[in-house]
Each structure stands twice: as structure tokens, then as C-alpha cells.
DNA sequence: TACAAACCTTCTCT
DNA sequence: AAGAGAAGGTTTG
């Protein structure tokens, strides 16, 4: 007997384009999406190519605009201009920000005299959680690679374009599901492949993405609180916690301390600082609260700026890059 | 409470 | 050519 069903295109792959005004002075898309907040996205063209809620998003931009093309299993009921004016946090305006930046510390100038358009972005939870469990101890091409094989071994392929294929981020339960440890130390994860199990099994345990949303400023949960429960889970201490509640539940006053951070904070704030060799959590404390004092309510955002104008910062790593293109050519 | 040392792997520089 | 040192740290003793 044949069975009649209307045909109903689930995973029906569509593709649109938009346009938001956007100065290019407001969003840099390259250190923005490159500079180490996200892993997920590539250079295209002369654009960027990433993957975020569940569709794969390309993008540029030119001095007043900023254009995309979005594709994947879209739905008539989403606004994808808003979806993409929401992770860049379009809303808030930079200009201002660094305004009061500029009035209240003497020497954020110099660092936005070599980067800005740099925007924290507003990204999902459950991605930036096993993502910067992923950065202890590593650098953005390697994590990107590990965040890219997480996708491929535990979730779903989006769709295919040019050839290639888009994944979404794994889910928390597939993450907890059996021999992940084992799987993600046979593809070199390291001591990682046991954080990411465990706090995959961990956060089901404790009631899986939900118990995430509810550490989300917007649920009225407190920078402090968040923290606090976010260091409970395997492989997350204070640095990798002030990123997940920076970068993915809207507490802007967080400041991830990490190397970097602490090589500007000795040479330009607390130079006390400098007999130490090692972000202590004490030092990791100490430097939050005084540039949180002096940056404000988004500090943490500034400190995303001044981060990016160091590690972008050509003429603080001229010799490796010489010595880069000398092997090339020759 | 406060430090080291260990932890996995890759890449760079010497 | 081989080995130390660092890479946007966390855990353990």
C-alpha cells in the first residue's frame, strides 16, 4: 500500500542576500572575525566564510555597508538581518565607546591608532564553551582545526557549497555520548579530549544548554555568578570563563587575562606586576578589577581592542615574518 | 592560600 | 639537525 505524504523539505538548502549599513570604521571583519573570538571562519575572496546559527554566512563589506549571503535551512520566519546585526552587536555604537575610552585612560589612543573596528561578537554558548576549552595552551590555527574535527566527528552537515562541506556545531549530548575522550585523543586533542568529555557530560548532568542560557546577562544572572558556576566544568578556569562570558552571555565587563593581556598590563598599568612571570588567578583578579575600573562597563571590550592592536601589531613581529618570506623565496 | 610542575601537540627559532 | 620554548591555560600536589 502506498502511503501519500505532502513532500516536505526539511533540509531543503536556500540562499539569500542582504545588506546592512555598517561603516567600515564601526566593524573590521577581518580582526573581528580572525582575531581569535571566533574559529570558525575563513577567508573568501575578498571576504570571510563562517558558520553560525546553523547557517553558513558569507560575508564583506565595504566603507558604509556590510553585505552577506546566507545559506543552509532557512525559514521564512527569521529576520537574517537581524540574526547577523545581533552577533556583531550592531547596536552598540563603537564611536562612543572608545569616546570614553579614550577620556578616561591615556593609553588606549595608541592602541586604537593601530586597530579598530574591532566588535565583540555575540556568539552561541554551547560552541564558545568546548571552544576555548580547546585554546588552553595552543594558538588560534591549531584550535581551529580542533573546532573544525568536532564538528565533522559529532555533528551535521549544513549543506554543501562549491564542493565543499559546512558543518553545525555538535550538541552537548553528542558530545557526552560514549568514547568521545578516546576518539578526540586519536585525533591529537591532547589532554584536551578529557576537558571536552567531561564537560559534556557534566552540563547534561546539570541540565545541558538551559543551565547555560540561565548564566546569560539577559536571564539576570551576574558577571560574578556566571563566572563562579562556569569554572565548575572540566578544562574551564578564570581565563576561559571570562571568555565564554564575554563573548557568548553578554557580560562585557568580563576580561579574559591572558599572556598577552598581561604583557600590556605590566608594561603600560600595573607595573608592580612585572617580578611576576604567570597569570596567578590573584594577578588574574587584580588586573579584571583595575582595568574594569578604568574601562568601565565594557571593558572587556575594550580590552578586545587593545588585544587585537598588539597581536596584529607588524612592528612587534618583524623578524619572524622576514624570516617567513626568506625561506619562501628563496 | 600560593606556587610550581605536568599536561598534549604543533610550530618557530636557534 | 635536534631541541628548547611558546602557543590567548588548567589541574594537581
Not at 301 to 316: E, G, M, P, R, Y
Request: glycine share 6%; with cysteine; proline share 3%.
Amino acid at each position: 500500500m502506498n502511503i501519500i505524504r505532502p513532500k516536505i523539505y526539511i533540509n531543503e538548502v536556500r540562499t539569500k542576500h542582504g545588506k546592512i549599513a555598517c561603516s567600515s570604521s564601526e566593524l573590521d571583519l577581518g580582526v573581528t572575525l580572525k582575531g581569535g573570538q571566533s574559529f570558525r571562519w575563513f577567508d573568501h575572496d575578498d571576504g570571510y566564510r563562517g558558520v553560525f546559527d546553523g547557517c553558513v554566512w558569507t560575508l564583506t563589506q565595504n566603507d558604509t555597508h556590510l553585505s552577506y549571503t546566507v545559506q543552509g535551512p532557512l525559514v521564512d520566519y527569521k529576520n537574517y538581518d537581524k540574526i547577523l546585526s545581533d552577533y556583531f552587536r550592531l547596536d552598540v555604537c563603537l564611536h562612543d565607546l572608545c569616546k570614553k575610552w579614550i577620556a578616561s585612560d591615556q593609553h588606549f589612543k595608541k592602541s586604537l591608532n593601530k586597530t579598530n573596528g574591532v566588535r565583540i561578537l555575540n556568539q552561541d554558548v554551547v560552541e564558545n564553551v568546548f571552544s576555548f576549552i580547546c585554546s588552553s595552551n595552543n594558538n588560534i590555527q591549531r584550535i581551529s582545526g580542533m573546532v573544525q574535527k568536532l564538528c565533522t566527528l559529532f555533528s551535521e552537515k549544513i549543506c554543501s557549497i562549491e564542493g565543499k562541506d559546512y558543518y553545525s556545531f555538535p550538541s552537548i549530548e553528542a558530545l557526552a555520548s560514549t568514547d568521545v575522550e578516546n576518539k578526540l585523543r586519536e585525533e591529537k586533542f591532547g589532554y584536551r579530549a578529557g576537558y571536552i568529555a567531561n564537560t559534556a557530560k557534566h552540563l547534561v548532568q546539570l541540565g545541558g544548554k538551559e543551565w547555560l542560557s540561565n548564566l546569560h546577562k539577559e536571564n539576570n544572572a551576574s558577571y560574578v555568578d556566571a563566572r563562579k558556576q562556569l569554572v565548575t566544568l572540566p578544562g574551564v578556569g578564570p581565563k576561559v570563563a571570562d571568555c565564554i562570558c564575554l563573548m557568548s552571555l553578554g557580560h562585557l565587563e568580563a576580561i579574559p587575562v591572558d599572556t598577552h593581556i598581561f604583557q600590556i598590563a605590566k608594561a603600560s598599568y600595573l607595573p608592580h606586576l612585572k617580578q611576576y612571570k604567570t597569570v596567578t588567578p590573584k594577578i588574574h583578579e587584580e588586573i579584571g578589577n583595575y582595568l574594569r575600573e578604568l574601562w568601565g562597563p565594557s571593558a572587556g571590550w575594550a580590552q578586545a581592542l587593545v588585544f587585537c592592536a598588539k597581536i596584529n601589531d607588524v612592528t612587534a613581529c618583524t623578524t619572524s615574518r622576514n624570516k617567513r618570506e626568506r625561506t619562501k623565496e628563496s
